[in-house]
C-alpha cells in the first residue's frame, strides 16, 4: 500500500531555495516515503512529533498519519538549521 505524500507550503519553499541537484535528490528521498514511511536509517523525533529522515545534510521532518494513509512533510534544511 502507497502513502500520499503532501509537502507543506514551508518545507516547498525551503527546498526551491537549494541548488537544483540536492533537490533532486531530497525529492528522491522522499518519493520513497511513498512505499515505507519508516525507512531503515529514519527515526523518530524526541521531545516533540514527528519522524526524521536525511539526506545527506538535509533532513527532512514528517509526520505519518497511518489511518489516511499520509506522509505530512513540515520542514527541510540544512542539519546545522532545521531545529532551530
Do not use: C, N
Not at 57 to 62: S, V, W
Amino acid at each position: 500500500m502507497h502513502y500520499s505524500i503532501i509537502v507543506q507550503r514551508r518545507a516547498q519553499k525551503r527546498l526551491s531555495r537549494f541548488p537544483t541537484y540536492i533537490q533532486d535528490r531530497i525529492e528522491m528521498g522522499l518519493r520513497g516515503l511513498s512505499e515505507d514511511p519508516r525507512p531503515s536509517g529514519s527515526s523518530k523525533l524526541r521531545g516533540k512529533e514527528g519522524w526524521r529522515i536525511r539526506v545527506g545534510d538535509y533532513p527532512a521532518i514528517y509526520e505519518i498519519d497511518d489511518e489516511s494513509r499520509e506522509v505530512l512533510v513540515l520542514d527541510i534544511a540544512h542539519r546545522k538549521d532545521i531545529y532551530r
